[in-house]
T-cell receptor, first 115, second 112 residues
Framework: DTAVSQTPKYLVTQMGNDKSIKCEQN?????MYWYKQDSKKFLKIMFS?????LIINETVPNRFSPKSPDKAHLNLHINSLELGDSAVYFC?????WGGGTDTQYFGPGTRLTVL | QKEVEQDPGPLSVPEGAIVSLNCTYS??????FMWYRQYSRKGPELLMY????GNKEDGRFTAQVDKSSKYISLFIRDSQPSDSATYLC????????????FGKGITLSVRP
């Protein structure tokens, strides 16, 4: 039973294309996140949604647009892909925000390569 | 200066060695400190969690937090080849389920 799943696992595309990554969690969590991990393994938060509401929006180009149709799903759409967007994108989810000792649970990642 | 600095690595040790992994941070408001382990081509998973200063032990793993020095450590005793992974420190102002700021990660290889 997969807790946090992402599709696709691998994505290879040309510069300038638009692509989407989907994330689903079956943990009943309220909060979901998108992280980007670069080639040097640096993991940085991009967005966070709590019960379909955007609560974190880090300094991310507006070519990246997250969408949460319901609290179990958080998708990431990327317009006009650039070479520097090549990275592994992780989705994560957690119980309600703040003060908790429970952790964030990460998905397996989507490895995006822009040619 | 990055908010969280982590020894860059990679680190290679023989099986059975004691491993020490370290992070320093600049934001004294961080209260929650975590270590995540990430196997190759997998997502990070929580290994240790500590609130404020002190030590926490779980089996072969010990996490230490020294808030006065803004320094955290993870010790692995009797290291095993299965410990070979990337270890990421992470910190938060308000909880393990809040916005996490990660270190760059260090890749550990334990040689049989």
């Amino acid at each position: 039973d997969t807790a946090v799943s992402q599709t696709p696992k691998y994505l290879v595309t040309q510069m300038g294309n638009d692509k989407s990554i989907k994330c689903e969690q079956n943990l009943g969590h309220d909060t979901m996140y998108w992280y980007k991990q670069d080639s040097k393994k640096f993991l940085k938060i991009m967005f966070s949604y709590n019960n379909k509401e955007l609560i974190i929006n880090e300094t991310v180009p507006n070519r990246f647009s997250p969408k949460s149709p319901d609290k179990a799903h958080l998708n990431l759409h990327i317009n006009s892909l650039e070479l520097g967007d090549s990275a592994v994108y992780f989705c994560a989810s957690s119980p309600p925000w703040g003060g908790g000792t429970d952790t964030q649970y990460f998905g397996p990642g989507t490895r995006l390569t822009v040619l | 200066q990055k908010e969280v600095e982590q020894d860059p690595g990679p680190l290679s040790v023989p099986e059975g060695a004691i491993v020490s992994l370290n992070c320093t941070y600049s934001n004294s408001a961080f209260q929650y400190f975590m270590w995540y382990r990430q196997y190759s081509r997998k997502g990070p998973e929580l290994l240790m969690y500590t609130y404020s200063s002190g030590n926490k032990e779980d089996g072969r793993f010990t996490a230490q937090v020294d808030k006065s020095s803004k320094y955290i450590s993870l010790f692995i005793r009797d290291s095993q080849p299965s410990d070979s992974a990337t270890y990421l420190c992470a910190m938060s102002l308000t909880g393990a389920n809040s916005k996490l700021t990660f270190g760059k990660g260090i890749t550990l290889s334990v040689r049989p």
